[in-house]
T-cell receptor, first 113, second 114 residues
Framework: DAKTTQPNSMESNEEEPVHLPCNHS???????IHWYRQLPSQGPEYVIH???SNVNNRMASLAIAEDRKSSTLILHRATLRDAAVYYC??????????????FGTGTLLAVQP | DTGVSQNPRHKITKRGQNVTFRCDPI?????LYWYRQTLGQGPEFLTY????????KSRLLSDRFSAERPKGSFSTLEIQRTEQGDSAMYLC????????????FGQGTRLTVV
């Protein structure tokens, strides 16, 4: 299974942008880059995903490097509610096309008021 | 549709007892996944269903664990003869096919074995 590398933790100030990096040097051509986040005592929540082009939605933006070996999740204005563990995951066709999500330990984002 | 629903939210059981958890996925999702999460770790994949067929099981799923998805709707995860090491959050997720789709997770069932 393709692996991702993320910093263990990051800090941000409220209302400032946050850039969460992810390295995935072994990504294959058919892997989608997914981001999920998990607030305390809750299940993971989908944030955004992409294949090659940068993506925007109401929650965040995803910037994907040209060689696809890294990506950055961008929260444009962090709020206290964005404090969570953020997981960068490659979702592809593994082992019979289960498309399962393989989680690492993610990045714990702390947001200071 | 209110999303993926898991019951119960919390379960405390004595070591050696059997427990069963239920997951109700989003109705049009034919894919269902079970995960286990311990403190400080990301969720670990346990098993996967496509409709009613269980197509993949992790090595983490010992023979004390069994999962079913009759009629391809809700799913149950049973743990027999629980051990303290089974204490964890058990998460269920559902999605439509393909890597270009999002998975929806339930709130999880927190199991404590005493």
């Amino acid at each position: 299974d393709a692996k991702t590398t993320q910093p263990n933790s990051m800090e941000s100030n409220e209302e400032e942008p946050v850039h969460l990096p992810c390295n995935h040097s072994t990504i294959s051509g058919t892997d989608y880059i997914h981001w999920y986040r998990q607030l305390p005592s809750q299940g993971p929540e989908y944030v955004i995903h992409g294949l090659t082009s940068n993506v925007n939605n109401r929650m965040a933006s995803l910037a994907i490097a040209e060689d696809r070996k890294s990506s950055t999740l961008i929260l444009h204005r962090a709020t206290l509610r964005d404090a969570a563990v953020y997981y960068c995951i490659l979702r592809g066709n593994y082992g019979g096309a289960t498309n399962k999500l393989i989680f690492g330990t993610g990045t714990l984002l702390a947001v200071q008021p | 549709d209110t999303g993926v629903s898991q019951n119960p939210r919390h379960k405390i059981t004595k070591r050696g007892q059997n427990v069963t958890f239920r997951c109700d996925p989003i109705s049009e999702h034919n894919r269902l996944y079970w995960y286990r999460q311990t403190l400080g770790q990301g969720p670990e994949f346990l098993t996967y269903f496509q409709n009613e067929a269980q197509l993949e099981k992790s090595r983490l799923l010992s023979d004390r664990f069994s999962a079913e998805r009759p009629k391809g709707s809700f799913s149950t995860l049973e743990i027999q003869r629980t051990e303290q090491g089974d204490s964890a959050m058990y998460l269920c997720a559902s999605s439509t096919p393909g890597p270009n789709t999002e998975a929806f997770f339930g709130q999880g069932t927190r199991l404590t074995v005493v």
